[in-house]
């Protein structure tokens, strides 16, 4: 089935729930509209698709459920593939034509072009990207996530290495914003930890080939390398490894690692790969993993279509509680998701907590394998204290 077509019938399976849902006939309902910036087509697609139907499948799920305290929420989702000025022309269209306060964005990128705008706005912005820069609120007053942030992430990752007893450490990443910008924290936390770092490898992520960094890689010899890749282009890097027979462990962010990381791979990532995971995966057990199974309805989803359930249902708190003290606006919805403390998302993801100096959601995550039956297994958890001297990178 093609892009367009399977979009297509998720948006008429999904947006059912928005022309039937119970508050159709009540006369004081009303409609809070949201603007959806999705990659379904452009590179990030592999996993961008996943994450966009489990924005939908969340704002179905709000709308059967009381909605925002009686009013629908409405997403308008639209695919930019991945290209920022696209964003830019989807954003100002959101705010002039349909009047949103609130967008759900992907890319980091886009999300970081589109910051100047959504401050001078005050539009809540809540993206698929964790880019730490983003944690700032000094900076990105009206930008949330709900993910442990990339410069986190990195660090934790270098953590697990040093403790597995890594001497040597190189970072892989494709040559955009997603995979530039950890970089710098990493490496400096890599010499903190007293790791040699070795040149870095720059794979896109519409690689289909990575022998020739690899060979590069093997002569540096790291005990662990980062992938900073999304999970197309981060199984091209894990299958050449094996082919090279390099002895190298690698570190995938969060992105690049998910359930068909296996098939791609053709199993090379069994006893490679350690995926950094501030989202459960689909299916583990905890507490409302039953809801999101029932909205995927069968369909075979990757934790990505997790990711953007989470963040729609964060914004959904907010909403309620800015509703209630009637500010239902983006100065109104930002205060009100700047007093979520500790919230609990019912096992999908470590509490969450925002404030107003701080919008990093938490600085704690799981690292999962892959078994030698394909089913992403936990490893360990990890964590490091909030400090301030991380915000913003």
Known sequence: MGVKKFFYLVLCTLGLAFFSGPFLNSAQAKVIKVGGLFDLTGPTSDVGRDYAAGALAAVDYINKNGGIDGDKLKLIPNDYAYRIPEAVKLYKRYRSVEKVFAIQGWGTGDTNALRTFVNRDKCVFMSGSYDGALGNPKKTPYNFFVGTPYSETI???????????????????????????????????????????????IVPLKAIDATSQLLHLK?????????????????????????????????????????????????????????MMPLAPMGAEVPDMPKVMAAAKGEPYTHNFIKSWVSMMVMAEGLKRAKKAGELNGPGLKKAMETLKDFDTGGLTAPLTYSPTDHRPNTKLAIFKVNEKGKMVPVESVSLPRKEEYLGY
């Open 155 to 201: 660090r934790l990752a270098l953590l697990f290495a040093q403790k597995k007893g890594a001497k040597k450490v190189a970072f892989i990443y494709p040559d955009h914003p997603y995979g530039r910008n950890p970089i710098k924290a990493g490496k400096e936390f890599a010499e903190k930890l007293g790791l040699t770092v070795g040149p870095d490898e």
């Open 219 to 275: 002569k540096f010899d790291p005990d662990f390398a980062w992938i900073g890749n999304s999970t197309a282009s981060a199984a091209v890097i894990l299958k050449d490894a094996a082919k090279l027979g390099l002895r190298t462990k690698f570190l995938v962010n969060c992105y690049g690692m998910d359930r068909n990381l296996f098939k791609l791979t053709g199993g090379a990532c069994v006893g490679r790969a350690f995926g």
